[in-house]
């Protein structure tokens, strides 16, 4: 074994990292036949969450040997490790496609979560824990599949999902808990904290075992310090709010992300999730790939030393969302990418599309306000002066023309500065909207679909709905608005 390596720099304390005692070892096999010597290239990769594990296979194929002798659909099992022989699984998937190409053939696939990609769940739950729930998924949908490496998770999420894809679900539960997920090789589920599990064995050093860096540095495409949230649309209305941080904003100006999600269904809801997204974005992310031997041990979601002064990666652990072997034909790499992929131009033009395509849906926010208070009128709040709320409706008492009732208050951290109304119902004409920042003490009228920069700004939200007939009544009331 190798001395300890030392690996400083000015802004990291040393790093200390142990060589294997020998160059890894690898095997491959197709439905248990031992192919490795046959192989010309090999590509295995893996990662978590928003990564499905691939891989490629080319052999030579003299007088079509291999013509028609896979199908599709066969096993496919990757070995490594830092002994004489692998014998230590690493990876596991299937066949998908096979292509010739003159004298090669050439086999493609992907892990076995490529099962989870053609399934769709509809499933409720509420308020239960992201672990419970993904245990509970892969009862009901991942019958030979385990959880033994789900860890407790004490974040709760309520959902209520219709024929939404089984891996949409997973990405959802991994947004609301800030965990990473994948499937192991034996098939059994990966659920842990970001960043929590450390490969003591693996590094990628500079004058050990460091290839290659390529594109490192810090994305600010990908930072992001406004988040709006727009949920599920009930009555005519949707949930909305905003999470924003205004120094950054001041370093990197507005950078902003809209979310729409049909399972939000509360502000609670909605507000949890735009205060992760936000702390999980607003800081641009170190972000590359770094190339090095061949490492036998490595999973998706570990960290793993690197160090590179000369490309200012300062010796540390650091996240690895996805992994690369390359062997064959003078191949005897492992390439990880640190947090995230850089975004390509193409998804860049894919989510100003996206965006666009929100923008254009003028009903839901055409003021830009940042956040919402919404009524639904479907369990008794408020005060009522001649007034009820009666079949998930707002309306007079009976033998009543005229009548009002105030909302619960609303206590906001910054001062109120703008109002918008969307109001749905019938005879709205002989309805009064009036909004109050200062608890009642002053309202302002606000008309439907209309808005109000607010004279009186203060913390503390409530709406005040005024009947001039009988035949008026609210469905569903929505006060959308600003804060300082």
Known sequence: MSPIDRDTTKREKSVIYISPPRPAKYKLTIDDEDVTNKIVNLEVEDGVTDIIGRFSIEFYNP?????NKWTGMETVRYYKDYETTATTLRFRGRIEKISYQGHKIKLTGRSEALKFLNITVTKSYINENCDVILKDLIDNYGSSFTYVNVNLCTAKLTVNWSQKPFWECVQELCTASGYDCYVDASLDFHFNIKGSVKNIVEGIIHNKNL??????????VQSKN??????AEKDGIKQIYTAEDTANQAIYGIREKVINDSNVTTYEQAKDLADYELAKSKEPVTVGEVKGILLATIQPGEQILVSSPNDNIPGAHYNIVSYKDQVGEGKFFTTVR???EPKKVSDILK????????AGDKS??????RYSYDFLFDADSGTHANTEISGGNLQLETGNTSGNWISPRRTVNANITDAYIVAVGEDLSNIIFQVSS?????YEACSNKSRITLINQEKKLRVKVIFS????????????YKTE
């Open 338 to 340: 640190i947090n995230k």
């Open 211 to 220: 290839v290659s860096v390529g594109d490192y540095g810090d994305d600010i």
């Open 351 to 358: 989510d100003n599309i996206q965006n666009i395509d929100k």
């Open 469 to 480: 007939a009988a035949t008026a009544r609210l469905d569903s009331l929505q006060v959308q």
């Open 226 to 231: 406004r988040i709006i949230v727009y949920g």
């Open 364 to 369: 839901i926010n055409p003021e830009e306000m």
């Open 63 to 67: 007088n079509n040997i291999y013509t």
């Open 438 to 442: 200062n608890d009642g003490v002053n």
